[in-house]
């Protein structure tokens, strides 16, 4: 637009407008593909409140020197250079490993969840299930909604053990799983419960629970189930001490290190008796973590 011949005031006002168009550029379009509907994307904390935190004021973790407890299955996990190398060379690199420079939008999450499992054993998958990374977040849109339930409810997830459900809300990634969803609350050899894992507990995690029984809520309503609101309400919603992490652009990559640990060390069933199992403040270190960075880049 030429801009010679306009007022002071009304040049402002189109430089300004140019600047939200242009802070606007992220917004892309999301394809579902199984409806081939199109629903605009959401870049982390768009249409939510802004990140509610100043990471300046923040004071940065150090890199552990404790030895992870539990390491698994040996895939993303841990380089496997580095089993035969001393506890300390594995706690601490000697020169430091990439991390993130910028959070991860939903597209790129998807792209290295679908890595992770493209690698993981169909046996073992077979237990698992994932929801797309932008679901929980249409979902508490009124325009989509609907829409969510009922992609959800062809996805028959009460026939698994284990549904990871990625939260992308306030710019901040945490991870909700929902263990044995088609079980009874009366069983002892498997809990019907929720795990929310978050690598950053000073945003307070446990302000998702009402939402989350809500969302709980509509999934088995939809799905014809006879669970109640006040059954719902009788679940168990587990938030575990697990690492934190060190900036503010960490937790996306915390959110799949997270899935990709849960789907190795997960027992076939979950029970109140046995937890926190392995889901503690030293559950891996952070050399492993910087390393799983690198080798999920190195994926096809």
């Given at each position: 637009?030429?801009?010679?011949?306009?007022?002071?005031?009304?040049?402002?006002s189109?430089?300004?407008e140019?600047?939200?168009?242009?802070g606007?550029?992220?917004?892309?379009?999301?394809?579902?593909?199984?409806?081939?509907?199109?629903?605009?994307?959401?870049?982390?904390?768009?249409?939510?409140?802004?990140?509610?935190?100043?990471?300046?004021?923040?004071?940065?973790r150090?890199?552990?020197?404790?030895?992870?407890?539990?390491?698994?299955?040996?895939?993303?996990?841990?380089?496997?250079?580095?089993?035969?190398?001393?506890?300390?060379?594995l706690?601490?690199?000697?020169?430091?490993?990439?991390?993130?420079?910028?959070?991860?939008?939903?597209?790129?999450?998807?792209?290295?969840?679908?890595?992770?499992w493209?690698?993981c054993?169909?046996?073992?998958?077979?237990?698992?299930?994932?929801?797309?990374?932008?679901?929980?977040?249409?979902?508490?849109?009124?325009?989509?909604?609907?829409?969510v339930?009922?992609?959800?409810?062809?996805?028959?997830?009460f026939?698994?053990?284990?549904?990871?459900?990625p939260?992308?809300?306030w710019?901040?990634?945490?991870l909700?799983?929902?263990?044995?969803?088609?079980?009874?609350?009366?069983?002892t050899?498997?809990?019907?419960?929720?795990?929310?894992?978050?690598?950053?507990?000073?945003?307070?995690?446990?302000?998702?629970?009402?939402?989350?029984?809500?969302?709980?809520?509509?999934?088995y309503k939809?799905?014809?189930?006879?669970?109640?609101?006040?059954?719902v309400?009788?679940?168990?919603?587990?938030?575990?001490?697990?690492?934190?992490?060190?900036?503010?652009n960490?937790?996306?990559?915390?959110?799949?290190?997270?899935?990709?640990?849960?789907?190795?060390?997960?027992?076939?069933?979950?029970?109140?008796?046995?937890?926190?199992?392995?889901?503690?403040?030293?559950?891996?270190?952070?050399?492993?973590?910087?390393?799983?960075?690198?080798?999920l880049?190195?994926?096809?």
């Open positions: 637009m030429n801009t010679s011949k306009l007022g002071d005031n009304q040049v402002v189109v430089k300004q140019r600047k939200i168009n242009s606007c550029r992220n917004k892309l379009v999301y394809a579902c593909l199984r409806k081939k509907m199109k629903l605009q994307r959401d870049v982390i904390g768009s249409g939510f409140s802004p990140f509610p935190f100043d990471w300046s004021n923040v004071p940065r150090l890199r552990t020197k404790r030895k992870g407890k539990f390491h698994g299955k040996e895939t993303l996990s841990r380089p496997k250079e580095a089993l035969s190398k001393p506890n300390e060379e706690s601490e690199p000697k020169k430091a490993l990439s991390r993130p420079k910028e959070k991860l939008d939903s597209g790129v999450f998807d792209i290295y969840l679908k890595k992770i493209k690698i054993s169909e046996d073992r998958k077979r237990h698992f299930m994932y929801f797309d990374s932008l679901w929980f977040s249409l979902y508490r849109t009124a325009l989509s909604k609907d829409k339930l009922t992609w959800i409810k062809k996805e028959h997830i026939s698994k053990a284990y549904v990871f459900v939260i992308v809300c710019g901040h990634w945490s909700l799983i929902l263990c044995h969803f088609g079980e009874s609350l009366q069983l050899t498997r809990s019907r419960c929720m795990l929310l894992l978050d690598s950053l507990e000073m945003a307070n995690p446990r302000r998702l629970e009402p939402e989350i029984r809500r969302f709980v809520l509509d999934i939809t799905a014809d189930r006879p669970e109640t609101k006040h059954l309400s009788q679940i168990p919603f587990l938030v575990p001490k697990v690492p934190q992490q060190r900036d503010g960490e937790c996306g990559f915390f959110v799949l290190y997270f899935i990709n640990l849960f789907l190795e060390l997960a027992p076939d069933n979950f029970s109140m008796e046995g937890y926190p199992y392995f889901m503690k403040k030293d559950w891996f270190t952070f050399n492993c973590l910087d390393s799983f960075y690198e080798r880049d190195s994926l096809n």
